[in-house]
């Protein structure tokens, strides 16, 4: 059974520090992983998807890697802003794509 | 603009009263799926719909119903709400195909069951 971790879970910076997110999955058969944004009490807002054949995905200040192999991906968020304070979660689709499986989430705050 | 909508927002009931939390998506997508997440538990599928009719399980569809009429719309339905389907629901999308492709989320109905 697929299994996503994300470490740490919560995770304070100071601004204009550039943020390092990890996630990490148990089976390395994926179609594809997601990056989330969640605002407290607020929907998911897709950031970045990486397919399973890519490597790494940008979006502006946003940088995301995989590696399949080891299963792993890394979420780079550079110059952070108080703005970045968000829960960020990943989540894989797995072989038969009819479900994301999440991992836990790391909760970022960014202070001024 | 395309995007995932849910109905109510928020809701707060008795257990034993039936209720549906409905979806609806305007991007033409086959696949919707409905998620619940808790603290500590996150996010987990409760039921997913590939196509018009066509429904199946997810990890947690205990205590849950869908249909599945019309392309655009996937309803979750409580047919008696118990304390323990208190959570915050999330309905996707996603186009068909080999799971490639992108899931856009719903704002999400946060249900309490008293």
């Known amino acids: 059974k697929q299994e996503v971790t994300q470490i740490p879970a919560a995770l304070s910076v100071p601004e204009g520090e550039n943020l390092v997110l990890n996630c990490s999955f148990t089976d390395s058969a994926i179609y594809n992983l997601q990056w989330f944004r969640q605002d407290p009490g607020k929907g998911l807002t897709s950031l970045l998807l990486i397919q399973s054949s890519q490597r790494e995905q940008t979006s502006g200040r946003l940088n995301a890697s995989l590696d399949k192999s080891s299963g792993r991906s890394t979420l780079y968020i550079a110059a952070s802003q108080p703005g970045d304070s968000a829960t960020y979660l990943c989540?894989?689709?797995?072989?038969?794509?009819?479900?994301?499986?999440f991992g836990g989430g790391t909760r970022v705050l960014v202070k001024p | 603009e395309a995007q995932v909508t849910q109905n109510p927002r928020y809701l707060i009931t008795v257990t034993g009263k039936k209720l549906t939390v409905t979806c609806s998506q305007n991007m033409n997508h086959e696949y919707m799926s409905w998620y619940r997440q808790d603290p500590g538990l996150g996010l987990r599928q409760i039921y997913y719909s590939m196509n018009v009719e066509v429904t199946d399980k997810g990890d947690v569809p205990e205590g849950y119903k869908v249909s599945r009429k019309e392309k655009r719309n996937f309803p979750l339905i409580l047919e008696s709400p118990s304390p323990n389907q208190t959570s915050l629901y999330f309905c996707?999308?996603?186009?068909?195909?080999?799971?490639?492709?992108?899931?856009?989320f719903g704002p999400g109905t946060r249900l309490t069951v008293l």
């Open positions: 989540a894989v689709t797995e072989a038969a794509g009819n479900k994301l499986t």
């Open positions: 996707a999308s996603r186009v068909a195909g080999t799971g490639y492709n992108e899931q856009f």
